[in-house]
C-alpha cells in the first residue's frame, strides 16, 4: 500500500516513503524478533557452548585437572585416529543405507497408495504406528524379533530352509549386525518417507500427465520424466530429514547392540555418548559432535545441490 | 498487626532451617528397596526426618556429577557405587567419612571389602550391599543321581559345584543339551557384563589390569589365555548369549533353561522370585573358579558394593553418620536384607535368620572369606572408562573375530596407555 499526501513533491514524498520503508522494516524485525530470540536461545548458545567446549581439555571425572584451554588438539585426535575414521565410515553405511532403503521402499509405498480407495484412511493410520513407537521400543522390539530362541523372523528362516543364515545369531554377526540395524531403522521410519512423498504426489497436477498420455508416453518414462522431477522438492525434504536424523543414530543401536559385535555398530552418535558419558571427556565429545554437525551441514548442501538444484517446474 | 505477621514469618523462616531433613538420593534398585524400609525406624529412634531421590540407574551418575559440577546439588547422603567414589572424592564432591566425629562406631573390622572404600587411608563410603561374581547353578541337576553317575562315569570325578576352571568346562560340557539346556548362561553383549568374563578368568590366572604403576599389563600370557578361555566357555552357552546382558542372562538360567550362570550374587534374589523363577529352592552359589594349582590361595575375584557416602556440603555431617551407623547395623541389615539386599557386614552374613531366609547365603559368606574382594574397575576416575569404554569392546572384537586375542589386547592396552597418560599418571 502505497500513501501520500495530495500534492506533496517528489523529495517530500520519497522522504516519507524512506520512513514508511524503515517503520515497516522495524516493525517487520519486531515480528521475527521472537522467533529470533528462539532461534540464538535454542540453536546457536548450545552451539557455541559446543564449539568453545571442543577446544578445551575437560574431564568431568578429573575437576582436579581443571578445564584448560587445548588449541586444536581435540581435532587433531579425531583427524588421526583410525578409530574415529573407521566411526565415520560405519556413520556413512548406516546414513547412506537407511535413507536408500527408506527412500526406494517409501517412494514405491507413496505411488501404490497414490489412488484413493476404500480403507485408505486406515491403510494410512496402520502404516503410521511404527512412526509413532519411540526408537527405544524399536530397538527392543527388534530384539526381541530376531532373538534366535524366540524370535519370528529366525524361526520363520528356520522354517523355510534359509537357517544357515541365521546359524550365528545376526546381532553377534558383524558382518549382519549393522544390516539389521539399517532394517530396523528403515522399519521405523518409511511411514515418514511415505507420507512426506505421499503428500508430494498429491500435489502434481494432472496436466502434465494427460499431454504425455496424448503423446503417448509408457508408464515408465511417465513416472522419469514427470513423477520424479515433479517430486525432486518432497524428495528433497524426505532425504534430508531422513539423512540428518539418522547422522544422529543412537537408541537402536545402544538398545540392539551396544555398538557391538566389537565395533561394528559404534556409530558417531553412540561414539560420542561413550565419550561423554562413560570416559566423561566433554572436550573430545565436544570435537565428535562438531564432526557430526559438519557431516550434516555438508550432507545438506550436498543434497540441496544434487536433488534440489534442477529445473523448477513450477 | 503487621509486626506480628512478620515475627510469625520470620520465626516460621527459622523453624523451615532446622527442619531440613536429611536427604538421601539412590538408583531405583532392589537394595536401595531394602533400606528404604528403615527409614521410618530411623526417624522414630532419632528425631531426624529423611527424605529421598531414586533416579534411574542409567542416569543416576549423570545426575549427580551434573549437580556437583554445577554446585547445585541438594543431596547429604548419596548411595552410590563403589565405582564412582574416586571421581567424586578427588574433585571434593564428598565427605571423608571416617573424619566425622563418632565415625569408629561403624566397625570397620566386621565390613569385607571395606579396604576398597578408602582413599589416602579415609573412608569415603560404607559399603550396604556386597556382592561377588561367581556362578549360580542348579542345585537339583548336581544333586540328581542319574546325573551324578553319569558324569562320574564319563569324567572320572564326582560331580560338584566347580572349584576349578577345568571342572567349570567339564560341567558345562556336561549339561549343554541345547535347545533345552544349555551347559552355561553367559553374558556376550558389548558391555561391562562382557568385560567381566575376562577379568575374572585374568585374575584367576594371576593377571592384572594395572601394575603398581597404574601401567597396563593385561596383555600378558595370563591375559590371552583368559580371552581365549571366555570364547572356549561360549561353546555351551545359548547362541543367544552373545548378545545377552545381565537381566537377560538371569532370565535364561531362572525359567531353568542352563545348568550354570556366569553372574553375580544378586541374580539368587531372581531365582528365589515365585512370580517369575521356575526353579525357586533350587538353585545355589559358589565363588567363581581358578585354575587347580591356584586351589586355597586367597585371590581376586569380582566385586560388587553400594554403599553410603556423605556429601562435603551436607549442613549437618553428623545426622549423616547417625543415618549410616543406624542403617549398616548388623540388626537393621538382616532385618531388611529379604526385600532384596545382601548385607555387607560379616555378621549380618552369618546371621542364624538370614541363613533361614537365604540358604545359600554361607556358601556366599565363605566364598566372601577367602577370596580378596576386587572391585569391577579399578578405583581411579578412569576406572568404568577402562573397563567398559576399552576392555569391554577388546572381548567384543575377539568373539567377533575381527581380532586376535592378541591383537585386541594390544590396542586396548594401547588405548588405556593414552587414557592415563591423559590423566597424568604417568
Redesign the interface.
Known amino acids: 500500500m502505497i500513501l501520500f499526501k495530495a500534492g506533496s513533491k517528489g523529495p517530500a514524498f520519497l522522504a516519507m516513503g524512506d520512513r514508511m520503508k524503515s517503520k515497516q522494516k522495524t516493525k517487520g524485525f519486531a515480528y521475527i524478533l521472537p522467533a529470533l530470540v528462539f532461534i540464538v536461545v535454542i540453536f546457536m548458545i548450545p552451539l557455541t557452548y559446543t564449539v568453545v567446549m571442543s577446544f578445551l581439555r575437560w574431564n568431568l571425572l578429573r575437576p582436579d585437572l581443571g578445564i584448560k584451554p587445548a588449541g586444536f588438539t581435540n581435532y587433531v585426535r579425531l583427524f588421526t585416529d583410525s578409530f574415529t575414521l573407521d566411526t565415520v565410515g560405519r556413520t556413512f553405511y548406516f546414513v547412506v543405507g537407511a535413507v536408500l532403503v527408506e527412500l526406494i521402499i517409501g517412494l514405491c509405498i507413496a505411488l501404490a497408495l497414490d489412488t484413493e480407495f476404500k480403507g485408505w484412511k486406515i491403510v494410512q493410520s496402520i502404516l503410521l504406528v511404527p512412526f509413532m513407537i519411540a526408537p527405544v521400543v524399536v530397538g527392543y522390539v527388534w530384539r526381541f524379533v530376531l532373538n534366535s530362541d524366540y524370535g519370528p523372523i529366525i524361526h520363520l528362516m528356520k522354517q523355510i530352509g534359509f537357517g544357515g543364515l541365521v546359524d550365528k545369531p545376526l546381532l553377534s554377526n558383524p558382518s549382519a549386525a549393522m544390516p539389521v540395524l539399517i532394517v530396523a531403522d528403515a522399519w521405523e521410519y518409511i511411514p515418514f518417507v511415505t507420507l512426506v512423498l505421499l503428500a508430494g504426489l498429491k500435489s502434481v497436477p494432472y496436466e502434465p500427465y494427460e499431454a504425455a498420455f496424448v503423446d503417448g508416453a509408457s508408464s515408465i518414462q511417465r513416472f522419469f520424466y514427470i513423477t520424479l522431477p515433479l517430486l525432486r522438492p518432497s524428495i528433497l525434504v524426505a532425504v534430508v530429514i531422513r539423512t540428518l536424523t539418522s547422522l544422529r543414530v543412537f537408541d537402536i543401536v545402544f538398545i540392539m547392540t551396544g555398538g557391538g559385535p566389537g565395533t561394528a555398530t559404534e556409530t558417531l552418535a553412540f561414539y560420542g555418548y561413550r565419550t561423554a558419558f562413560q570416559a566423561y571427556n566433554v572436550g573430545f565429545s565436544s570435537a565428535i559432535n562438531m564432526l557430526t554437525f559438519g557431516i550434516a551441514v555438508v550432507f545438506t548442501i550436498l543434497y540441496m545441490k544434487i536433488i534440489g538444484g534442477g529445473k523448477n517446474y513450477d | 498487626m503487621r509486626t506480628r505477621f512478620m515475627l510469625l514469618l520470620f520465626v516460621l523462616l527459622i523453624a523451615s532451617c532446622f527442619a531440613v531433613p536429611l536427604r538421601l538420593s539412590s538408583e531405583v534398585g532392589i537394595h536401595t528397596d531394602a533400606w528404604k524400609t528403615r527409614m521410618e525406624g530411623f526417624t522414630k529412634e532419632t528425631g531426624i526426618e529423611v527424605d529421598i531421590q531414586q533416579f534411574p540407574y542409567a542416569n543416576y551418575l549423570?545426575q549427580l556429577?551434573l549437580g556437583y559440577?554445577s554446585g547445585r546439588v541438594e543431596i547429604d547422603v548419596p548411595y552410590i557405587s563403589m565405582l564412582w567414589y574416586p571421581?567424586l572424592s578427588?574433585?571434593n564432591y564428598i565427605y571423608p567419612i571416617s573424619d566425622i566425629p563418632g565415625y569408629e562406631k561403624i566397625n570397620e573390622a566386621d565390613i569385607p571389602g571395606i579396604r576398597n572404600a578408602k582413599l589416602n587411608g579415609k573412608t569415603y563410603i560404607v559399603p550396604y550391599m556386597n556382592e561377588l561374581g561367581g556362578i549360580i547353578y542348579r542345585k537339583d541337576l548336581f544333586e540328581d543321581p542319574v546325573e551324578k553317575a553319569n558324569f562320574l562315569n564319563k569324567y572320572g570325578y564326582e560331580l560338584l559345584p566347580p572349584q576349578t576352571l577345568e571342572q567349570y568346562r567339564d560341567v558345562a560340557e556336561f549339561f549343554n543339551r541345547p535347545?533345552d539346556l544349555y551347559g552355561v548362561t553367559m553374558m556376550?553383549?558389548?558391555?561391562i557384563f562382557l568385560a567381566t568374563h575376562f577379568m575374572q578368568r585374568l585374575w584367576a590366572k594371576g593377571g592384572a589390569l594395572l601394575d603398581m604403576n597404574m601401567r597396563p599389563i593385561f596383555n600378558s600370557e595370563a591375559g590371552v589365555e583368559a580371552l581365549e578361555e571366555v570364547k572356549y566357555m561360549f561353546q555351551f552357552a545359548?547362541?543367544?548369549a552373545?548378545?545377552y546382558?545381565f537381566q537377560e542372562a538371569l532370565n535364561e538360567f531362572i525359567s531353568g533353561r542352563s545348568a550354570m550362570a556366569e553372574v553375580w550374587t544378586t541374580g539368587m534374589f531372581y531365582v528365589e522370585d515365585e512370580s517369575r523363577s521356575s526353579i525357586v529352592g533350587k538353585a545355589g552359589f559358589v565363588g567363581f573358579p581358578r585354575p587347580e594349582e591356584k586351589l586355597g590361595e586367597k585371590l581376586p575375584m569380582l566385586y560388587i558394593s553400594w554403599g553410603f557416602s556423605v556429601s562435603s556440603s551436607a549442613p549437618d555431617k553428623e545426622a549423616a553418620l547417625e543415618w549410616l551407623l543406624y542403617v549398616t547395623e548388623t540388626k537393621n541389615e538382616v532385618e531388611a536384607a529379604p526385600t532384596g539386599n545382601i548385607p555387607a557386614r560379616f555378621s549380618a552374613l552369618n546371621s542364624p535368620e538370614l541363613a533361614e531366609s537365604f540358604p545359600w547365603i554361607g556358601d556366599f559368606a565363605s566364598a566372601m572369606e577367602n577370596c580378596i574382594p576386587t572391585p569391577i574397575v579399578p578405583l581411579i576416575?578412569?576406572g568404568?572408562?577402562i573397563v567398559?569404554?576399552i576392555i569391554a569392546?577388546a572381548v567384543?572384537?575377539f568373539?567377533?573375530?575381527?581380532?586376535t586375542a592378541e591383537k585386541a589386547l594390544d590396542d586396548a592396552v594401547k588405548e588405556v596407555d593414552r587414557?592415563m597418560r591423559?590423566?597424568?599418571y604417568y
Open positions: 549423570d556429577m559440577t571421581a578427588i574433585a535347545p556376550g553383549r558389548r558391555s545359548n547362541p543367544a552373545m548378545n546382558d576416575p578412569e568404568g572408562s567398559s569404554g569392546p567384543s572384537e568373539l567377533a573375530g575381527t581380532k587414557l591423559d590423566g597424568g
